[in-house]
């Protein structure tokens, strides 16, 4: 990559505008390798820099690719209304970057969120014409049987929707457990279908986007971390 200046650098990595990355490099705040640098000129090569402010160490990152597992009561909102944004979860300088949630989940559903500032994989993730599969595992308010898992495999009727919409995959774990494998990410969908087919969802949580499972990635609720190629590789199917 062609070399850049540690104020510009900083800059594009969320630490604030120029003015203020100036401001943390001419303070003695930031080292690069190891080295101290007070020159806001000081040219580098980014891909792969290695750089710290106050003391906290960074990579050099062109776009965020971030897994995080959602907890309950949280928005994925920029302009949270009524609980907190998914965004004070995250380093302050993500939220410069623009960072955006993939699609959203409910404040109370819980699991696993992508987010990224990449406006291209946000759209290959998020639109409808790339039926990216999504498992969900809903606690049921009724015990059911398997009455329940083959009405969703043969498609239940959603008010506003011309036609019945149907699970890629349903499977009763136990009679207040099931998991669900949906591809269009419509409002509220799984919560939908499943009161559509005379059940109703007392807590739901997303454990898996393509072939991305939560469980694998070590996140606790409230946890994130960023997505290297491999995990890219994974929710691609890959």
């Not at 062109?62 to 949270?80: F, G, I, M, T």
């Not at 406006?119 to 790339?130: E, L, M, R």
């Not at 039926?131 to 009455?147: G, I, M, R």
Request: charged share 25%; proline share 5%.
């Amino acid at each position: 990559m062609k070399k850049l200046s540690l104020d510009r650098i900083l800059q594009s990595q969320g630490f604030g505008t120029r003015k203020g990355c100036r401001a943390l490099i001419e303070d003695g705040d930031v080292t690069v390798a190891g080295n101290a640098v007070t020159s806001y000129k000081a040219e580098f090569d980014p891909e792969g820099l290695e750089f710290t402010v106050f003391d906290e160490l960074w990579i050099y990152r062109r776009h965020l690719y971030l897994a995080l597992n959602k907890p309950a009561n949280y928005e994925c909102s920029r302009k949270p209304s009524h609980h907190p944004g998914v965004h004070t979860l995250l380093p302050e300088q993500f939220t410069w970057r623009d960072v955006q949630p993939v699609g959203r989940l409910d404040h109370d559903t819980t699991g696993l969120l992508l987010l990224s500032d990449d406006g291209d994989f946000i759209h290959a993730q998020s639109h409808p014409k790339h039926h990216q599969p999504k498992l969900y595992v809903a606690t049921l308010a009724e015990a059911a049987d398997q009455t329940l898992v083959d009405a969703l495999l043969a498609g239940v009727k959603l008010i506003d929707e011309p036609a019945p919409i149907a699970a890629q995959h349903a499977l009763l774990r136990d009679p207040t457990h099931i998991e669900i494998v949906i591809a269009e990410g419509k409002y509220h969908q799984v919560k939908r279908m499943l009161a559509a087919a005379g059940n109703h969802c007392a807590a739901l949580e997303r454990s898996r986007i393509g072939g991305l499972e939560l469980a694998g990635l070590g996140l606790a609720p409230g946890e994130w971390r960023y997505l290297d190629e491999h995990d890219l590789a994974r929710l691609n199917g890959a």
